[in-house]
């Protein structure tokens, strides 16, 4: 192999390391990018879960106050019926 040839495979192999080195680097850019992503997705189902919970939990507070509201007041109709028949 001459001087010549061994330079010009170098040089070769020295461009196709650049090219693969670009190439890993885009490649890795992009899956840092989708992996932000898809961390921000989660995020957001998280919040929204979280407020789904949070009214659901609210929700569940305002029945059973109006059950127990509805249960005093047939408590004290029960009362009021057996002090006038009484």
């Known amino acids: 192999m001459t001087t010549e040839e061994r330079d010009a495979l170098i040089l070769e192999f020295s ?3 650049e090219q693969n080195q670009r190439e890993h680097g885009e490649l890795l850019a992009h899956s840092e990018a989708k992996h932000g992503e898809v961390l921000a ?3 957001a189902v998280r919040t929204e879960m979280q407020a789904m919970r949070a009214d659901f939990e609210r929700a569940m507070r305002v029945q059973l106050l109006q059950g127990v509201g509805i249960a005093a007041v047939g408590v004290s ?3 009021l019926i057996v002090r006038l028949t009484g």
């Open 77 to 79: 109709a029960v009362g």
């Open 41 to 43: 997705r989660i995020e």
């Open 15 to 17: 461009r196709f390391r």
